[in-house]
C-alpha cells in the first residue's frame, strides 16, 4: 500500500470475484452479458523491429437491463467523489485498464477500509492519467456497473462501499482517450485520478445523451473528443480505426455548443486555442537546442543558491553564507550564521535576506551591510524543512510569507510583526504571483490556491497521489511547475485554471529542486538520481541531462540573463553551468574552460532504452547483409555498416539503400555531427569520405593509410561543427579540411588509440596505452593528463552533454568514467571478464553502452554506477555499438559480421 492509494501489481483474487459473482447471481438474476475485449495488434514489418502500434481498439458499452444493481441509500454525508474517497482514506482503490482504447475501457477495483459505509461518485469528466507516459490518459464518460466477471456486470450508478470490509469489488466505466498521438492503453495498464478534463470535453461527453443514436456509437465520441484536445483529420482518425458518421460528430461538437468549422475533421485549417492537453503552455516558442557545460566548480557544498537580482553575485549557504563575484568566482565577502542554514531567500530588489537557520526563528538580514534587521517570532516550527520553498516574499517586497505548522504567517518585512494568518495543513512549499493576489500552497494531497489577503480558497487542484515535492512558478506567473516527491516526474499546470498542460518525465527518483529560467523558456529540476535536466517549457522536450554531481542536488538557480546556472550538492560542490541554445544565445559568450554537451537533435522516443527499462532490453532483428563496424546518422535517418562493402541502410524498414565497393576491409566509420559527410576507415587507401545521401565518394584524406591492426571508429572523430575531421596516423593526429579534404594541422599523441573532440570543440582526447590527454588544438599542448596506466586504455566515449570521458581497456579491468572538468574518476564499472570492444553513452547521457572480447554487452546506469542489463546474442566480441538517435535503438556488430538491432521488448 502507497499512503491513501492502493496500487495492485495484479487483478484481485479470482476465489474473491467468484464468490461476490455467486452472490449476486443468486440475488440478481440476468446480468449484462459484455463481449470480450478485442487484442490491439500491432504492424510489424519485415525484418523490421516491432514499434508499439498507435492503433486503438475500442468496445462499444451493452444496453442497459432493467435489472441494476441494487444499492442502499446514502446521505449526502455518506457520497462523495473518486477523488474523496482515496483523499479521506474511506477505500483502497486501483484502475486498470481492460485493453480496449475507447467505449467499456477501464476497470475501477475498490475495497473498503474502516467502519465508514458511503457510495462513491464517479462522474463525467474524471481524467485518469495513465501510469505509462507513452500511452492515452481517459475521461470518464459514466460508470457502467459491478462487474460480476470478465464478461458480465450490473449497471449501477455509483460505487457501493456497502459490502463486507477488505472485500475487494470491480466496477466497469466508460472512457475515452484523450492523447491522439500517443499509443492505446494496455491491459496491464493503471490509471490514477488527474485534474479536470480539457477544455470542450466536458461539454461534449454530456452533449451525447442529447444527440439521438450518439450514445451507442462509440466511434464518433470518441472522434468528438479526439476533434477538440488533438484536432486530427478525418483521415488520420481513420488510419486508427475510427470511422464514423461525421454528421454524427458534428451534431455532437454543435450540441456542445462548438463550432464544427473550427476543426480539421471538418476543413478548419489549425486547432482551436487553448483546447488541447498538450497545448503548448502560454510562453516564448520552444529553444531548438541547449548546450550546458561545467565552467566552474566551487569547492564547497550548498543547501541553497541564490543569484543576486543584477547577476554580479552568487550566494552559496551552508553554515556560513559566502559571496561569490560572478567574475572571478572567488568570495568577497560571508555572513557567519553559526548555524545548519536550511533555506535562504533573496527580497525581490536583492536588498534583504531572509534565513532559516538550524532551530532558531528565520531572521532577515541587510545584504549590503550583512547587519541583522529583525527576527520573526514564532517561525521556527517551520525549521524541519530544508527548503527555501517554506518562505517566499511578497512581489513589494514588503512582507514575508512563512509555512509554520499548518498555517502560512505573513511578516512584516519592515519590522517582523505578524500581519495575518492562512490555514494550510500540510504546506511545505510555497509562491506567490507576481501580481500578489494569489498564495500557491504545495502538500502532499496537491496544490491549494489563496487569496493572501482573505485567506479565500480560489483554486485546489493536482493529484494527491503523486505527492508533490517540489514547487516553482514562472516568473509571468501563468505556469506552476509541481515535481513528485516519488516517481520524478514534473506537472506543468495552467496557474489560472488549475489545469494540467503537460507532464514532464525523465528522472528515476523523486525531485528535489526545481527553478525557471528568468524568461521562462527553460526549466531546470534536480533528482535524488543525482541528475539535473533541462526541459523547453514550451514543447516539454528534454534539452539536457547534466551529470556531474554525486551527491543529491539541493538546489538551483538561473543567472538573470540565463546563461549560467548554478547547483548546489549539499556534501559535495556548487557547479556553475554555462548555457547557450539557438533562442537565448546562439554563441558562446566565452571560450569555454571546459567540455560541455553536443546539443540534442531528436527528442528522446517514450520507448529510449533508460535506466528503468534496460532490463527489458532483447534483439529485435539483425541487419543482413551485415558487417563490423557501424554508424546511425544524426537525424536517425541512415544507418551506414562496413564490411568489405559499405552499405546504407534506412532504418524505418531496414532496407538496403545504397552500396559501395569499399575496395578493402571498412575498419572505423563515423558520421560528421550534421549527418552530411561519412568517414569510412578503409585498409586502402585510407579515410574516404562520402556523401550519405547519395554513396558518392567526396574525398580521399592524402597520406591517411592507417597500418595499425586492429582498427576501429574510433582512429577518427569530426569536430562538434563538422568542418574538420582528426584522424590518428602512427603517434601523431592529423586535422582534415572535410570541404576540401586538405590537412590542415598535426597534433603529437604518442600511442594514440582513440579519439574524441570535447563539445566546445577547442580540446581533443586522446587515449593510449599511457591514459588519457586533452589536447588543446590552437597550442597542441596537453592541458590535463588523467587515466590509469596500468589499464591500457583502447576506447574513449564522450558523454552527450560532455560532462563524463568512458574509458575501456584491452584487459580485464573496470571500465572508468571521469570528470572531464576536472580529470576525477566519477564511477567505476566492473563485469566485464576480458576487455573493452566497444563504448557508447546513450542519447540521454542516463545509459552507457559497453561491448566486450568476452562476446557480452552490457548496459550501465551511469549515474549510480550499476550494471543494468548483460545482453548476449553475438558470437564474437562485438566491435562496433551505436545508438539510434532517439534512444530507442542500440545496434551493434561483431568480428563475424553479425549486426544485432535491440530495444526494449517486454
Not at 505578524?418 to 493576489?437: N, Q, R, Y
Request: hydrophobic share 45%.
Amino acid at each position: 500500500m502507497n499512503g491513501k492509494c492502493w496500487l495492485l501489481k495484479s487483478r484481485p483474487a479470482v476465489g474473491t470475484i467468484l464468490l461476490i459473482a455467486l452472490l449476486f447471481t443468486a440475488c440478481c438474476p440476468d446480468p449484462i452479458v459484455r463481449q470480450p475485449t478485442p487484442t490491439p495488434t500491432a504492424a510489424v514489418l519485415a525484418g523490421k523491429p516491432s514499434r508499439p502500434s498507435a492503433t486503438v481498439t475500442f468496445q462499444p458499452p451493452p444496453a442497459p437491463t432493467a435489472e441494476p444493481l441494487p444499492s442502499p441509500a446514502a446521505t449526502a454525508e455518506d457520497s462523495m467523489t473518486l477523488r474523496e474517497a482515496i483523499d479521506e482514506g474511506v477505500a483502497e482503490v486501483q484502475i486498470l485498464g481492460t485493453g480496449a482504447a475507447s467505449g467499456n475501457s477501464i476497470i475501477i477495483a475498490v475495497r473498503r477500509l474502516g467502519d465508514r459505509l458511503a457510495t462513491i461518485r464517479v462522474e463525467p469528466g474524471i481524467v485518469l492519467a495513465s501510469s505509462n507516459p507513452a500511452e492515452q490518459d481517459m475521461v470518464v464518460r459514466r460508470l457502467l456497473g459491478w462487474r460480476v466477471d470478465e464478461q458480465q456486470y450490473r449497471p449501477a450508478e455509483a460505487i457501493s462501499l456497502f459490502g463486507p470490509e477488505d472485500a475487494a469489488q470491480e466496477y466497469a466505466v466508460e472512457a475515452y482517450c484523450l492523447n491522439f498521438q500517443r499509443n492505446s492503453p494496455g491491459q496491464a495498464t493503471s490509471f490514477s485520478v488527474g485534474g479536470p478534463p480539457p477544455q470542450g470535453v466536458l461539454a461534449v461527453l454530456q452533449a451525447v445523451d442529447q444527440v439521438p443514436g450518439a450514445g451507442t456509437d462509440v466511434a464518433a465520441l470518441q472522434m468528438a473528443v479526439w476533434a477538440v484536445t488533438d484536432n486530427p483529420t478525418g483521415a488520420e482518425m481513420a488510419e486508427r480505426g475510427y470511422q464514423s458518421s461525421v454528421d454524427l460528430v458534428q451534431q455532437i461538437l454543435e450540441t456542445a455548443g462548438l463550432n464544427p468549422g473550427d476543426y480539421r475533421l471538418f476543413g478548419g485549417s489549425a486547432p482551436p486555442p487553448g483546447q488541447t492537453e498538450e497545448a503548448p503552455a502560454p510562453t516564448a516558442p520552444p529553444a531548438m537546442a541547449v548546450q550546458a557545460q561545467v565552467s566552474t566548480i566551487l569547492d564547497v557544498g550548498g543547501q541553497e543558491v541564490l543569484w543576486s537580482p543584477d547577476g554580479t553575485q552568487l550566494l552559496v549557504s551552508l553554515r556560513e553564507i559566502h559571496f561569490y563575484d560572478a567574475q572571478g568566482w572567488k568570495p568577497v565577502r560571508s555572513i557567519d550564521i553559526q548555524d545548519w542554514i536550511n533555506g535562504m531567500l533573496l527580497s525581490p530588489d536583492g536588498t534583504t535576506l531572509a534565513v532559516l537557520a538550524g532551530t532558531k526563528d528565520i531572521k532577515l538580514y541587510d545584504v549590503a551591510t550583512g547587519g541583522e534587521i529583525v527576527t520573526l517570532a514564532r517561525t521556527r516550527a517551520s525549521t524541519s524543512a530544508a527548503s527555501s520553498g517554506f518562505m517566499a516574499f511578497m512581489p513589494d517586497g514588503q512582507a514575508l510569507a512563512v509555512v509554520v505548522g499548518d498555517t502560512i504567517k505573513l511578516f512584516d518585512a519592515v519590522s517582523g510583526q505578524e500581519k495575518s494568518t492562512l490555514v494550510a495543513p500540510g504546506t511545505h512549499s510555497i509562491a506567490i504571483s507576481p501580481d500578489g493576489g494569489t498564495l500557491f500552497a504545495a502538500s502532499w494531497e496537491g496544490i491549494l490556491a489563496l487569496d493572501p489577503g482573505s485567506g479565500e480558497e480560489l483554486l485546489r487542484f493536482g493529484e494527491a497521489s503523486r505527492s508533490c515535492s517540489r514547487m516553482a512558478l514562472s516568473p509571468d506567473g501563468s505556469l506552476l511547475a509541481a515535481g513528485s516527491a516519488f516517481d520524478g516526474s514534473i506537472s506543468l499546470w495552467d496557474a489560472a485554471a488549475g489545469r494540467q498542460v503537460r507532464t514532464l518525465r525523465g528522472h528515476s527518483d523523486g525531485v528535489s529542486a526545481l527553478a525557471f529560467s528568468l524568461d521562462g523558456r527553460m526549466l531546470a529540476s534536480a533528482a535524488r538520481d543525482v541528475t539535473v535536466k533541462l526541459w523547453d517549457v514550451a514543447s516539454g522536450a528534454l534539452l539536457a541531462t547534466l551529470i556531474g554531481h554525486t551527491d543529491e542536488v539541493n538546489s538551483l538557480a538561473f543567472a538573470p540573463d540565463g546563461k549560467l546556472l548554478a547547483t548546489a550538492a549539499l556534501l559535495e560542490t556548487t557547479r556553475l553551468w554555462q548555457l547557450t541554445s539557438g533562442v537565448l544565445d546562439a554563441t558562446p559568450t566565452a571560450a569555454p574552460t571546459a567540455p560541455g554537451p553536443v546539443p540534442t537533435r531528436l527528442s528522446l522516443s517514450a520507448q529510449a532504452i533508460s535506466p528503468q527499462n534496460a532490463d527489458q532490453v532483447k534483439t529485435v532483428g539483425r541487419i543482413e547483409p551485415g558487417g563490423t563496424h557501424l554508424a546511425w546518422s544524426p537525424d536517425g535517418q541512415t544507418v551506414a555498416v562496413g564490411s568489405d562493402k559499405l552499405s546504407f541502410y534506412d532504418p524505418s524498414t531496414w532496407s538496403l539503400r545504397h552500396a559501395v565497393d569499399a575496395d578493402r576491409w571498412v575498419k572505423g566509420l563515423a558520421f560528421a555531427p550534421d549527418g552530411k559527410a561519412l568517414a569510412a576507415i578503409v585498409e586502402m587507401p585510407g579515410v574516404v569520405l562520402y556523401d550519405p545521401a547519395t554513396a558518392a565518394e567526396l574525398h580521399t584524406l592524402p597520406r591517411s593509410q592507417i597500418n595499425i591492426t586492429p582498427i576501429s571508429s574510433d582512429y577518427c572523430a569530426f569536430t562538434p561543427d563538422g568542418k574538420a575531421v582528426a584522424v590518428i596516423l602512427g603517434d601523431t593526429v592529423k586535422l582534415f579540411d572535410v570541404a576540401s579534404g586538405s590537412e590542415t594541422g598535426t597534433l603529437v599523441a604518442p600511442g594514440a588509440r582513440s579519439i574524441v573532440f570535447a563539445a566546445g570543440g577547442q580540446t581533443l582526447f586522446a587515449a593510449s596505452w599511457e591514459g588519457v590527454s586533452q589536447i588543446d588544438l590552437a597550442t597542441g599542448e596537453a592541458v590535463r593528463e588523467f587515466g590509469d596506466t596500468s589499464r591500457s586504455i583502447s576506447h574513449i566515449a564522450l558523454s552527450p552533454d560532455g560532462a563524463l570521458l568512458a574509458s575501456g581497456g584491452m584487459f580485464a579491468a573496470p571500465i572508468v568514467i571521469y570528470e572531464t572538468a576536472t580529470g576525477r574518476q566519477f564511477r567505476s564499472l566492473a563485469g566485464h571478464d576480458d576487455g573493452v570492444s566497444a563504448l557508447a553513452f546513450s542519447p540521454g547521457g542516463e545509459v552507457l553502452a559497453s561491448a566486450s572480447s568476452d562476446v557480452t554487452i552490457r548496459l550501465w546506469d551511469v549515474a549510480q554506477g550499476a550494471e543494468l542489463a548483460v545482453l548476449v546474442g553475438h558470437t564474437t566480441a562485438p566491435r562496433s555499438l551505436a545508438f539510434s538517435p532517439d534512444g530507442a535503438f542500440l545496434v551493434s556488430a561483431d568480428d563475424d559480421r553479425s549486426v544485432l538491432i535491440w530495444a526494449i521488448k517486454p
